[in-house]
């Protein structure tokens, strides 16, 4: 029966189906393509391989040529986790050498930032990072008011923090689920999202949207909180507890579980230093470096939480470091809502601050002032300024230069995703096929982060 | 806890050696600036340097001449390996001694270098590569 079927596959040419109608020109299929691996010199494949930093890579002359092959993976593969494109050299099942080719998302968000204003600029940011867009936007907002040199209210800013560690959550939910689906858990898919909906219900409550909020914006927050959220955050802080110990109850223990993702994909601290690797997957690798504890933004140094790390810096430490963040989370969730200051949620700043919806029935020039800010923005002193936040993915920056008008001279975003991806031939060279695909999910990378 | 340095060209990968010995385990970002018509050089190239063990952030910035060539520090922070190409690519600014310096966001047979700011925002009419006649 077998044999039958392989006779049928082969029959059918895959590349020229379309060829007869003269519609696609098959010379020029190879659009994007790089040079083979195989045929680079010895500085490329070292960079590639990490041995830079460890050498762990080593050629064996005696495989013939017929066992090595070139295989594209993706874009459009449900586990490269949107269209990530990699081009895997194998021999036989292992992966020897991988070359990830990115772009495929590639929006021009920087030039676009240029052309927006301060006011319109997190419309554009909160888009590149798509399962982590409070992030975006708070980083973003970080950077413009670090140049105007203004502080937000205590309100605004505990609402930051409220909004940006359930989005840490609902990411890290994302990743878990994701990541069990790839590897075969299929039960976790459904789990993750499950539990993502509470939060995402709650996003949408407060800020009109489930993505893409524009919701943290420069100067504070564009609204206040609902009537009775502190009910919404209860149910959530009650439910989330629970589901994570189903999952560690599926999983934790579980023998497949362990053996597919233990001594997987390692990652050791020279490596990640080397590579510019932060986040979950440095703190798996033993470094205790957070972003939240060392240089701390919106006020998060008042709040008591742990960082969970690891010493293996495999697969599993990465999965298991993001089930403990989301504990830490919920703590910090927990004692935002408890401490949640009364007060203004946007700076009383008329210069950056759109006056409030009624008064424009009453005042010309609240009127006036409100079209000023919505067509022309507001203008930032000249000067260039990076800042950072922890994204669930690592450091996320903003790099602005102000040229003194009302639109960024300059607009750059450090996506953790984009250096997080260069690590991928060191994880991925020399494991077996199958432990590539657990190692992409684990480093967690968002396409529309590292093409922006 | 964060400092700025301007850095000449000719000083540039030295200095860089200098912060890696010097305890800077990771260089974070590297990007361009384009003045187009408002300063002279045109181009700067920002890096940003973090030291994790000493909790420091740096930031040194180098004025290119008009030969657009910068020495390449991937041999140094292989993460810059990426960074590097995207502002090869998005700015024509050439990185000597890299390794594999390609395009990485636009596609290979990309004309022009779209940051720059005598570039043009919807300059190019949106189109499918070598889509299929329909009749």
Known sequence: ?452 | MKENLDISIEDYFQKVEELKNDGYEMMVDLTAIDWFRKKEPRFEVVVNFLSVSKNKRISIKVKLNDELTIPSITSLYPSANFYEREVFDMFGINFENHPDLTRILMPDDWVGHPLRKDYGTGRIPVQFKNAPKVD
């Open chain 1, 1 to 452: 029966m077998m044999e039958e079927n392989k006779d049928t596959v082969k029959d059918v040419d895959f590349w020229a189906t379309n060829s007869e109608e003269g519609g696609w020109n098959i010379s020029s299929t190879d659009e994007g393509s790089q040079k083979m691996l195989d045929q680079e010199d010895e500085v490329t494949t070292k960079i590639q391989m990490g041995s830079e930093v460890i050498d762990d890579y080593f050629i064996d002359d005696d495989i013939s040529d017929d066992e090595r092959m070139i295989l594209n993976m993706g874009p459009q593969h449900p586990s490269t986790h949107g269209v990530l494109r990699l081009q895997v050299e194998l021999e036989g099942e292992v992966v020897r050498r991988v070359q990830p080719v990115i772009g495929y998302l590639h929006t021009g968000m920087e030039k676009t930032g240029e052309e927006l204003n301060y006011f319109q600029g997190p419309t554009n940011t909160t888009r590149m990072d798509y399962l982590s867009p409070f992030f975006n936007e708070l980083v973003f907002s970080l950077a413009t008011e670090k140049l105007l040199d203004i502080e937000v209210p205590d309100r605004a800013s505990t609402i930051r923090i409220l909004m940006t560690e359930l989005n840490r959550i609902s990411s890290h939910l994302v990743a878990l689920a994701t990541g069990g689906m790839d590897i075969g858990a299929l039960s976790m898919m459904i789990f993750g999202f499950r539990e993502r909906e509470l939060i995402l219900d709650f996003f949408e409550k407060t800020t009109g949207l489930r993505m893409n909020h524009n919701f943290i914006r420069p100067g504070g927050v564009a609204a206040d909180l609902p009537d009775n959220w502190q009910k919404d955050i209860e149910k959530i802080l009650k439910v989330i507890p629970e589901k994570l110990k189903d999952y560690d109850e599926m999983l934790l223990d579980n023998p497949i579980w362990q053996g597919r993702l233990k001594n997987v994909g390692i990652l050791t601290t020279e490596e990640c230093l080397a590579y510019g690797i932060t986040g979950p997957s440095l703190r798996a690798s033993g470094y205790a470096w957070d972003l939240r504890k060392m240089q701390p933004y919106s006020g998060i140094e008042k709040y008591e939480f742990d960082i969970p790390v690891f010493e293996e810096g495999d697969v599993f430490a990465r999965w298991r470091i993001k089930v403990l963040e989301i504990f830490e989370s919920l703590k910090i969730v927990e004692q935002a809502m408890g401490n949640m200051p009364k007060g203004p949620f946007k700076i009383q700043d008329k210069k950056i601050t759109p006056p409030p919806r009624k008064r424009l029935d009453e005042s010309m020039e609240a009127l006036i002032h409100h079209f000023k800010i919505y067509t022309e923005g507001f203008k930032v002193p000249e000067g260039e300024v990076y800042t950072t936040v922890e994204s669930p993915r690592g450091e996320l920056g903003c790099f602005i230069v102000s040229d003194g008008s009302s639109k960024p001279y300059r607009m750059h975003v450090r996506g953790p995703s984009f250096c997080n991806l260069q690590a991928l031939p060191v994880v991925m060279s020399d494991s077996p096929i199958a432990d590539a695909v657990a190692a992409i999910a684990s480093l967690d990378p968002v396409l529309g982060d590292v093409d922006r």
